[in-house]
């Protein structure tokens, strides 16, 4: 792929943003308001994970807590009153570069020319696809106890997996909840040992060794998740208020396997600037090679690939006559 140049067509971006999460949004809030011609490309719904979050309460400035689709909601407003221009997809098949000098971001409708890339396309949690799991998000069915272990205290939750998020998640449900099962298809568990350790000596661990889920139930609200064991082939039925799964992520990034660098698990590998190894195409979010998802850390590399960006499209037009005053239009100076 060619590296874009300053020589561009006028119907192009400065910007296009795949994802609208919190990463997403923030790069266009950022962007727009640095008067960056800026489009959002949005899948479903603005806010990707957190819109289907019942109630986030680690997010600085919302004591009281506030809802994922609230919060989202907001993100999306905001960088909308400054300019942010939101195209609803499907999906997206690629990106190229054009004669023109521009990348070209395919979807599944459109073609969109634009002078560089923010890339943010999120993760998908890994589904079981067990009865009930879809019917159940956001009514007892989660993959993040960060953000809604607090509305389980008191009551009784289930945790699928083994691995070190499954153990690490349920003691942190812990805090809250009076029972978790732990429920792992193995007879051991694949988290570190100190992990381990912790889990075996808390009292509010019940693990439900080799067995699998095959089915959640409830009425308006999850009641009750149905486990079979994989060696004896019995059945039973604990009763949970809530289950949440960690049978893995997936980031959204297979269209981009042959186009940026991906780790082996399909992360997107960029430098400590979200600079990938195509020149004007940055990263930022759960989808970026990073070691914590958590809408904080989403937010803050949003708000970076925009100053980077500007600081890109600055170097391809040259230096300007008279700089602008810090926070006179410019993303880096709309840090504040």
């Known amino acids: 792929m060619s590296e874009p140049t300053s020589e561009t067509g006028a119907d192009a971006f400065d910007v296009v943003i795949v994802g609208a999460g919190p990463a997403g949004l923030t790069a266009a809030i950022y962007a727009s308001r640095g008067r960056l011609k800026t489009a959002v490309l949005e899948r479903?719904?603005?806010?990707?994970?957190?819109?289907?979050?019942?109630?986030?309460?680690?997010?600085?400035?919302?004591?009281e807590g506030i809802s994922g689709f609230d919060l989202s909601q907001k993100m999306k407003e905001q960088a909308e009153k400054f300019g942010a221009e939101m195209r609803e997809i499907e999906g997206v098949a690629g990106l190229r570069s054009d004669p023109e000098g521009c990348y070209v971001v395919v979807t599944d409708r459109e073609e969109i020319r634009t002078r560089s890339v923010i890339l943010a396309p999120g993760v998908e949690p890994r589904r079981s696809g067990i009865p009930g799991e879809a019917e159940f998000i956001g009514r007892g069915v989660s993959w993040c106890a960060t953000c809604d272990g607090a509305l389980y205290r008191g009551k009784t939750v289930a945790v699928i997996g083994g691995g070190d998020s499954a153990v690490e998640e349920g003691m942190f449900l812990t805090k809250f909840a009076e029972k978790v099962y732990l429920v792992h298809r193995r007879d051991e568990l694949r988290a570190a040992p100190i992990a381990q350790e912790r889990a075996f000596a808390n009292p509010k661990f019940e693990f439900v060794w080799?067995?699998?889920p095959k089915q959640i139930d409830g009425a308006e609200m999850v009641e009750a998740l149905e486990v079979e064991n994989v060696k004896t082939g019995e059945g039973r039925s604990l009763p949970v208020n809530g289950v949440f799964m960690y049978i893995g992520q997936i980031p959204n990034t297979t269209w981009l396997k042959d186009t940026v660098e991906l780790d082996e698990w399909g992360y997107i590998v960029t430098d400590g600037l979200l600079r990938t190894e195509l020149p004007g195409v940055f990263a930022c979010g759960d989808a970026r090679a990073?070691?914590?998802?958590?809408?904080?850390?989403?937010?803050?590399?949003?708000?970076?690939?925009?100053?980077?960006?500007?600081?890109?499209?600055?170097?391809?037009?040259?230096?300007?006559?008279?700089?602008?005053?810090?926070?006179?239009?410019?993303?880096?100076?709309?840090?504040?």
Do not use: C, H, W
């Open 44 to 63: 479903n719904m603005a806010g990707g994970q957190i819109a289907l979050t019942d109630l986030v309460e680690n997010y600085p400035g919302f004591p």
């Open 210 to 212: 080799d067995s699998v």
């Open 290 to 336: 990073n070691p914590l998802k958590q809408i904080a850390m989403a937010v803050g590399e949003g708000a970076l690939a925009a100053v980077q960006v500007e600081r890109y499209l600055d170097e391809l037009e040259g230096p300007p006559e008279t700089a602008p005053a810090a926070g006179e239009g410019s993303a880096a100076g709309a840090q504040r």
